[in-house]
Protein backbone atom coordinates (compact mmCIF):
# COMPACT_ATOMS: atom_id res chain seq x y z
CA UNK A 1 0.00 0.00 0.00
CA UNK A 2 2.08 2.90 -1.15
CA UNK A 3 1.30 6.43 0.72
CA UNK A 4 -0.52 7.95 -2.36
CA UNK A 5 -3.11 4.98 -2.48
CA UNK A 6 -4.00 5.38 1.17
CA UNK A 7 -4.27 9.40 0.83
CA UNK A 8 -7.37 8.57 -1.71
CA UNK A 9 -8.56 6.36 0.29
CA UNK A 10 -8.53 9.54 2.66
CA UNK A 11 -9.90 11.80 -0.09
CA UNK A 12 -13.22 9.03 -0.78
CA UNK A 13 -13.54 9.02 3.23
CA UNK A 14 -14.02 12.43 3.23
CA UNK A 15 -17.06 12.32 1.47
CA UNK A 16 -19.11 10.11 4.36
CA UNK A 17 -18.29 13.61 6.50
CA UNK A 18 -21.27 14.64 8.77
CA UNK A 19 -20.73 18.28 9.14
CA UNK A 20 -23.98 20.09 9.82
CA UNK A 21 -22.20 23.09 12.21
CA UNK A 22 -18.57 23.30 11.28
CA UNK A 23 -18.88 22.45 6.98
CA UNK A 24 -15.19 20.67 7.78
CA UNK A 25 -14.84 17.51 5.85
CA UNK A 26 -12.02 15.03 6.78
CA UNK A 27 -11.01 12.05 5.77
CA UNK A 28 -8.97 9.56 6.99
CA UNK A 29 -7.14 6.03 6.07
CA UNK A 30 -5.92 3.72 8.40
CA UNK A 31 -3.62 1.14 7.47
CA UNK A 32 -3.40 -2.11 9.99
CA UNK A 33 0.37 -4.29 9.70
CA UNK A 34 -1.84 -7.28 7.65
CA UNK A 35 -2.04 -4.45 5.27
CA UNK A 36 -6.24 -4.16 6.36
CA UNK A 37 -7.06 -0.26 5.77
CA UNK A 38 -10.36 1.59 7.57
CA UNK A 39 -11.53 4.34 6.77
CA UNK A 40 -12.82 7.04 8.90
CA UNK A 41 -14.47 10.27 8.94
CA UNK A 42 -15.57 13.58 11.27
CA UNK A 43 -19.27 12.79 12.16
CA UNK A 44 -20.34 15.83 14.06
CA UNK A 45 -22.78 16.61 17.09
CA UNK A 46 -25.37 19.43 17.87
CA UNK A 47 -23.73 19.34 21.30
CA UNK A 48 -20.37 20.32 19.73
CA UNK A 49 -18.34 17.84 22.45
CA UNK A 50 -18.97 14.42 21.24
CA UNK A 51 -17.92 15.25 17.85
CA UNK A 52 -15.95 12.51 16.57
CA UNK A 53 -12.82 13.52 14.42
CA UNK A 54 -11.87 11.23 11.11
CA UNK A 55 -8.83 9.56 12.76
CA UNK A 56 -10.52 7.94 15.46
CA UNK A 57 -13.35 6.97 13.76
CA UNK A 58 -11.14 5.08 11.82
CA UNK A 59 -9.69 3.42 15.15
CA UNK A 60 -12.44 2.73 16.68
CA UNK A 61 -13.45 0.60 13.44
CA UNK A 62 -10.43 -1.01 13.39
CA UNK A 63 -9.96 -1.91 17.22
CA UNK A 64 -13.69 -3.40 17.31
CA UNK A 65 -12.89 -5.69 14.38
CA UNK A 66 -9.72 -6.56 16.26
CA UNK A 67 -6.96 -4.83 15.13
CA UNK A 68 -4.18 -3.33 17.66
CA UNK A 69 -1.05 -3.29 14.87
CA UNK A 70 -0.76 -0.16 12.72
CA UNK A 71 1.36 1.14 10.12
CA UNK A 72 0.73 4.47 8.91
CA UNK A 73 -2.72 6.87 8.57
CA UNK A 74 -3.22 9.34 6.13
CA UNK A 75 -5.40 11.80 7.05
CA UNK A 76 -6.88 15.16 4.64
CA UNK A 77 -9.56 17.56 5.05
CA UNK A 78 -11.01 21.06 4.35
CA UNK A 79 -13.88 22.98 4.41
CA UNK A 80 -16.67 21.94 1.84
CA UNK A 81 -14.74 19.14 1.19
CA UNK A 82 -11.89 21.60 -0.67
CA UNK A 83 -8.32 20.94 0.72
CA UNK A 84 -6.46 24.20 0.33
CA UNK A 85 -3.65 22.83 3.08
CA UNK A 86 -2.48 20.04 5.74
CA UNK A 87 -5.14 19.00 7.92
CA UNK A 88 -2.80 17.55 11.05
CA UNK A 89 -4.22 15.61 13.67
CA UNK A 90 -5.82 17.08 16.68
CA UNK A 91 -4.06 16.69 20.01
CA UNK A 92 -7.07 14.13 21.35
CA UNK A 93 -6.74 11.44 18.06
CA UNK A 94 -2.72 12.13 18.66
CA UNK A 95 -3.55 10.51 21.94
CA UNK A 96 -5.50 8.00 20.83
CA UNK A 97 -2.87 6.80 17.91
CA UNK A 98 -0.54 6.87 21.27
CA UNK A 99 -2.50 3.87 22.81
CA UNK A 100 -1.85 1.56 19.79
CA UNK A 101 0.77 2.51 17.43
CA UNK A 102 4.91 3.14 18.24
CA UNK A 103 6.75 5.78 18.02
CA UNK A 104 7.92 5.14 14.03
CA UNK A 105 3.63 5.19 13.02
CA UNK A 106 3.56 7.23 10.19
CA UNK A 107 0.75 10.01 9.47
CA UNK A 108 0.58 11.23 5.82
CA UNK A 109 -0.95 15.25 5.59
CA UNK A 110 -2.49 15.41 2.09
CA UNK A 111 -1.43 19.02 0.64
CA UNK A 112 -3.63 20.65 -1.70
CA UNK A 113 -2.16 19.48 -4.53
CA UNK A 114 -1.20 15.72 -4.91
CA UNK A 115 1.33 15.75 -2.25
CA UNK A 116 1.46 15.27 1.12
CA UNK A 117 3.75 15.70 4.42
CA UNK A 118 4.77 12.77 6.54
CA UNK A 119 5.42 12.96 10.16
CA UNK A 120 5.94 10.29 12.47
CA UNK A 121 3.86 9.99 15.85
CA UNK A 122 7.21 10.61 17.83
CA UNK A 123 7.38 13.45 16.08
CA UNK A 124 3.39 14.84 16.51
CA UNK A 125 3.34 13.88 19.92
CA UNK A 126 6.56 14.16 21.52
CA UNK A 127 7.21 13.29 25.65
CA UNK A 128 3.67 11.78 25.19
CA UNK A 129 1.48 9.56 27.59
CA UNK A 130 1.23 6.26 27.30
CA UNK A 131 0.05 2.98 29.91
CA UNK A 132 3.36 0.87 28.20
CA UNK A 133 5.61 3.35 29.83
CA UNK A 134 3.95 4.65 32.99
CA UNK A 135 1.54 2.29 34.49
CA UNK A 136 3.96 -0.83 34.15
N1 LIG B 1 -11.51 17.16 12.95
C1 LIG B 1 -11.15 15.91 12.57
O1 LIG B 1 -11.95 15.14 12.03
N2 LIG B 1 -9.87 15.51 12.81
C2 LIG B 1 -8.93 16.28 13.44
O2 LIG B 1 -7.87 15.77 13.74
C3 LIG B 1 -9.19 17.69 13.69
C4 LIG B 1 -10.63 18.10 13.63
C5 LIG B 1 -12.90 17.61 12.69
C6 LIG B 1 -13.73 17.85 13.92
C7 LIG B 1 -14.77 18.81 13.41
O3 LIG B 1 -15.85 18.05 12.87
C8 LIG B 1 -14.08 19.56 12.28
O4 LIG B 1 -12.89 18.82 12.00
C9 LIG B 1 -13.71 20.99 12.62
O5 LIG B 1 -13.02 21.06 13.79
Not at 2 to 27: C, N, Q, R, W
Not at 58 to 74: L, M, N, P, S
Not at 83 to 108: A, K, S
Amino acid sequence: MTPEKLIDLAKEAMTHAYVPYSGFKVGAALLCADGTVYQGCNIENAAYGPTNCAERTAFFKAVYDGHRDFTAIAVCGGKDGVITGLFPPCGVCRQVMREFCRDDFLIYMADAGDGYETRTLAQLLPFGFSAREHMG
